[in-house]
């Protein structure tokens, strides 16, 4: 791993960098880039003009590792009001939520109970609801709760990482359920023995895994891909094999963070193919940020020059 990478990942769980960070006037500058602001209507107003360029939206409050049974309710209750404004502004709108943020780490019951309560209400949405996969430790418990919450609501999908070494076992276990998948490399330091650490390898999972979501089988079974990457190299593969394979433009789709790739975002609109922004807003974007700055080093150079320049 870049040992840079390794840094920035280490320093995403440091509580001292996090106050540090957010005292700092030209952090908050340089994470403007990523994030449209810290509130809901902030997000929605994004989401508004992400809509008027075909493009759909993600939208995720920033959050993990809550430790406060009142602190998961309240978030319960804030994407409770973001499900309801999204269905309200009629946008192409998904939602996404990370199980630690709805209460994990003090009982899977109780992440369980929100998610449940959340997929339902979602269900009003044209898009699905999707759980995001954290760090390792979390990934069985992840998709326990996520095989149980299918089982009651349709349209829930679960974010898989292509690093992992388990993931295309767990993706064959996924499909027969008709899961919605998103594939994302993976943003976490994860050991050697569980995850590839070559980018061929993750890269060669995604493309691998990606074919299996789009085959004529796994679709039939109703399981869907949503391709997370901004790896142009990666989506004109997927795009050149699902076009060989006459897989209907509107049976897959890609998803890019907002203010990443933005060129790419505009080209795959412009050219029909269904794409989604992931909008994250909110106060809690300190290792959100970091695992941000670490998939890409050169950013560390942009902070900098934020700090310099303004
Ligand atoms: P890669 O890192 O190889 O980057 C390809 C190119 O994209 C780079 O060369 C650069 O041009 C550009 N790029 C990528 N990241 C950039 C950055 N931060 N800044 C500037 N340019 C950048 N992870 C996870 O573990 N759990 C999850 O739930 C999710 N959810 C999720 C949803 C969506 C919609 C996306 C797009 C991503 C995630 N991720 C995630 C993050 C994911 O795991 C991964 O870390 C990033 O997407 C970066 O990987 P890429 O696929 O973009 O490729």
Request: net charge positive; charged share 25%.
């Amino acid at each position: 791993m870049n040992p840079m990478r390794g840094m920035l990942l280490a320093g995403s769980q440091s509580a001292w960098l996090r106050r540090q960070a957010s005292r700092r006037s030209f952090v908050r500058r340089a994470v403007s880039r990523f994030m449209p602001g810290e509130t809901l209507d902030e997000a929605l107003r994004a989401a508004t003009v992400l809509g008027g360029e075909n493009m759909g939206v993600i939208l995720t409050h920033l959050g993990e590792n809550v430790t406060g049974r009142s602190e998961a309710d309240a978030v319960a209750r804030h994407y409770a009001e973001m499900v309801d404004r999204l269905i309200a502004s009629g946008l192409d709108a998904e939602v996404s939520v990370k199980l630690t943020q709805l209460g994990l780490d003090l009982s899977p019951d109780l992440a369980l109970e929100h998610a449940s309560a959340l997929a339902a209400r979602a269900a009003g949405l044209r898009g699905r609801f999707w759980i995001d996969m954290e760090g390792s430790a979390y990934t069985e418990v992840t998709l326990d709760l996520y095989r149980r919450l299918r089982q009651e609501h349709e349209r829930v999908g679960v974010c898989l990482q292509t690093y992992l070494r388990r993931t295309a076992s767990d993706l064959e276990s996924l499909i027969p359920m008709g899961a919605g998948v998103r594939l994302v490399k993976g943003a976490y330091d994860e050991p050697p023995g569980i995850a590839f650490r070559s980018r061929q390898e993750v890269d060669e999972a995604f493309f691998t895994l990606s074919c299996r979501l789009l085959d004529p089988a796994a679709r039939a079974a109703g399981a869907w891909l949503t391709a997370g990457t901004h790896d142009p190299r990666l989506i004109a593969r997927i795009e050149a094999h699902a076009d060989a394979g006459g897989v209907p433009r509107d049976a897959f789709e890609f998803a890019l963070l907002f203010g990443i790739g933005r060129a790419e975002q505009a080209r795959l609109a412009g050219s029909g193919r269904r794409v989604r922004v992931l909008v994250s807003y909110g106060e809690y974007w300190f290792p959100w940020y970091m695992r941000r700055l670490a998939e890409r080093p050169a950013n560390v150079g942009f902070v900098f020059r934020k700090m310099i320049g303004g």
